[in-house]
C-alpha cells in the first residue's frame, strides 16, 4: 500500500466536494449497491438522483447534479450523509489498484481541511482501503 506521507485533514464541511469547482466538473459515481440503497431508503426512483454510465467497471452511475451540485446537497449539508457513497466517504483520498497486490493513495489538493486537522496514519489509509474494498464487494 503506497499512501501519501505527512498529510494531515479535518473536514471543513464546505461542501466543495460535492460538486462542479472553477476548475473541475465533478463525477460523483456511484456503485449499482449504492443506487438501490439510496432508492429503497429514500424512497426515490433511481432516475430522480442517478444517471446510468455504459461502463464495465465497478461505478455504473453518476450522482446527478442541480446547479453544479450534488441533489442531495442542501447548504453545504448532504441530506442521505449515513447513506452517501464510497466515493464520498472517502474524498479527499481516492484509491487506485496499481496490480494485483499494490494500492495507491492519492490526496486531492483543491481540498481545503488538507493541511488542518490531526495527521492521517497508515492506520487510516487501511480503514479507508477495507472500506472501499467491502463496498466493492457488495456491488
Do not use: W
Not at 498529510?7 to 461542501?15: A, D, L, P, T, Y
Not at 449497491?33 to 444517471?51: P, Q, Y
Not at 472517502?90 to 481545503?112: A, G, I, M, Q, R
Request: with cysteine.
Amino acid at each position: 500500500m503506497h499512501y501519501p506521507k505527512d498529510v494531515s485533514f479535518e473536514c471543513q464541511r464546505c461542501g466543495q466536494c460535492c460538486g462542479d469547482i472553477s476548475r473541475k466538473k465533478r463525477k460523483i459515481l456511484l456503485l449499482k449497491s449504492e443506487v438501490k440503497r439510496i432508492a429503497d431508503i429514500t424512497g426515490l426512483r433511481e432516475e430522480g438522483f442517478a444517471v446510468k454510465l455504459p461502463a464495465n467497471g465497478p461505478y455504473r452511475y453518476m450522482m446527478k447534479k442541480k446547479g453544479g451540485k450534488c441533489v442531495f446537497l442542501e447548504r453545504n449539508s448532504c441530506k442521505i450523509y449515513p447513506l452517501r457513497p464510497i466515493i464520498c466517504r472517502t474524498y479527499p483520498f481516492s484509491v487506485e489498484k496499481t496490480s494485483s497486490k499494490d494500492y495507491l493513495f492519492t490526496v486531492s489538493d483543491e481540498c481545503p481541511g488538507i493541511g488542518l486537522g490531526g495527521a492521517v496514519e497508515e492506520d487510516d489509509f487501511k480503514r479507508i482501503l477495507g472500506e472501499a474494498q467491502t463496498k466493492l464487494k457488495s456491488r
